[in-house]
Each structure stands twice: as C-alpha cells, then as structure tokens.
C-alpha cells in the first residue's frame, strides 16, 4: 500500500477517480520503509502478553467474512471480531472472485471432513461506501489499470463498487450459484456505511 491517506472530499486534481470514490489521495511524502516495525513492536507485546494462547482453527462464531482490504473497513473493529472468532478473507472491494470461490470451497471441504453432520458457517460478504473501486468507473484510470495488470478493460468495470447494495447482492448470488461451495454453507450480504459506523444486512443467509 503507497503511504497516501484517503480524505473525504473531492480532488479536482484526481479528476474522475475522485468523483467516482468520494474521497482524494493526498500524499503524505515518501514511503518509509521501517513502518512495519512498529506493527512488529505491537506483536512482540502481543506475543509476550499470550494473546495467541488459546486459539483454534475453526471459528468460534462459525462466520466467514469477505470485505475489502481498505484499512477504514477492518472487520475486527467494526464487528468486534476476537482472535479465532472468524474467517477473514479481504481482497479489492471485497468482491466474490473465481479465486475466492475457491477457497470457500477448500475450507467448505475441511470443514466437512471434520464434521459430517449439520451447518458448516456463514459466509457474510460485506462491501461499503466510498470503496476505492469505484475508480474503475473513470475510463482513464481503468485504461492504465487495464494495461498494468494484463486485463481486458471490458471485465474491469463490473469490478467497481459504486452502489454497493447492488454488488453485495451479485455477490451472494454469485457464491449461492456456485456449484463447488456445500450446500451446508450459507451466505449472507451486508453494506458497511464507512461514515456512520454501521453494517447493514442486505440479503439475509441463506443458500
């Protein structure tokens, strides 16, 4: 991640990517590359503290979150996730991808394995307000975007999380409708507002 900080307001100086997103990249100087440690000092403490002691490998509430990797939308602030409460799985826009199809289907099959009978967890796709994404909306930058990555522009769009009631309602069906997911896994859609604070449920689970 480039050490910019993301604002509310607009920038006229990012054009369409500011009005697609809602918020400006505003840069802060240079990259640092010792930041990590002081995320290695809270470890330490962590670590010392016994923080990891105890935990286990299915989740203690039986959920598995898919959301985006912006860092205002950390599901274990906004949802109170403990350590070994959840599942957590964040990619661009918290988007349902053919890759992350697959890797509900792994721990699907994990957890069948240990257990044989009954529901296996909730997968609970949760996209939000003033998503990054919603840079793919301004053809200039999902051009670059496009010839960066090796992609055709044409699939890029759909990508973008511009009403995210709508995308996390794809989402879930794209999921339900995957035949590689058990039946015993049920998913639900959710928007979390990254102004007030608050996750609303959008499509309740089912499968």
């Known amino acids: 991640m480039s050490d910019e900080q993301l604002t509310p307001s607009m920038a006229a100086s990012h054009g369409g990517v500011g009005r697609a997103t809602g918020f400006e990249l505003e840069s802060r100087g240079q990259?640092?590359?010792?930041?990590?440690?002081?995320?290695?000092?809270?470890?330490?403490?962590?670590?010392?503290a016994?923080?990891?002691?105890?935990?286990?490998?299915f989740p203690k509430l039986g959920v598995f979150v898919i959301t985006?990797?912006?860092p205002r939308v950390d599901p274990a602030h906004f949802l109170g996730l403990g350590l070994s409460d959840a599942m957590v799985l964040r990619n661009v826009g918290g988007r349902v991808t053919p890759a992350v199809i697959n890797d509900v289907a792994f721990i699907s099959q994990l957890g069948e394995t240990a257990l044989p009978d009954g529901p296996l967890f909730e997968v609970a796709v949760i996209h939000h307000t003033q998503c990054g994404t919603g840079a793919l909306a301004d053809d200039t930058f999902r051009r670059r975007y496009a010839e960066r990555v090796g992609v055709?522009?044409?699939?890029?769009?759909?990508?973008?999380?511009?009403?995210?009631?709508?995308?996390?309602?794809r989402d879930?069906?794209?999921?339900?409708?995957?035949a590689a997911i058990s039946p015993r896994v049920t998913v639900s859609g959710h928007v979390y507002d990254v102004v007030s604070g608050l996750v609303q449920t959008v499509v309740p689970a089912g499968s």
Do not use: K, W, Y
């Open 68 to 70: 985006c990797l912006d």
């Open 31 to 48: 990259p640092n590359a010792s930041h990590i440690e002081s995320a290695l000092e809270r470890n330490r403490a962590f670590a010392a």
């Open 152 to 169: 055709d522009e044409s699939t890029l769009l759909e990508q973008a999380v511009l009403d995210p009631a709508a995308t996390v309602t």
């Open 172 to 178: 879930v069906e794209r999921l339900r409708s995957a």
């Open 50 to 57: 016994g923080g990891h002691q105890g935990a286990v490998v």
